[in-house]
């Protein structure tokens, strides 16, 4: 099975690498990861960490928006480069990475909406 990883980049300079280093200690055995990385046209130095980032990890599809069209168009964008079987949208940094045994121990606490 592939996991295709959608992570949409605006102004995310102070996080990003927290957040790949976070994306990265993932385990998922028998699944093979595919991370997209869609930059929407950062003004800060975002495009530089991703161009760190491509050269420690040429694995990862690091995409760049030529303007600025927004989260939607740059999730739209990774959709439509994903080749997974299933696909995922990191929104950042503040989404807590758990285990399998925290989500299954806490799910009965989420609050449907």
Do not use: C
């Not at 694995?59 to 739209?76: E, T």
């Amino acid at each position: 099975m592939k996991l295709s990883m959608i992570i949409p980049v605006f102004n995310e300079k102070k996080t990003l690498g927290e957040l790949i280093r976070r994306v990265m200690a993932v385990s998922l055995p028998g699944v093979k990861k595919e991370i997209i990385i869609v930059d929407d046209k950062s003004t800060d130095s975002s495009r530089k960490v991703l161009g760190q980032i491509k050269k420690q990890s040429p694995q990862f599809k690091i995409l760049y928006h030529q303007r600025n069209q927004g989260k939607g168009a740059a999730v739209r964008t990774g959709l439509k480069n994903a080749t997974g079987d299933y696909v995922l949208i990191q929104m950042g940094i503040a989404i807590k990475v758990v285990t399998e045994k925290e989500a299954r121990r806490s799910w009965r606490s989420w609050k449907i909406i």
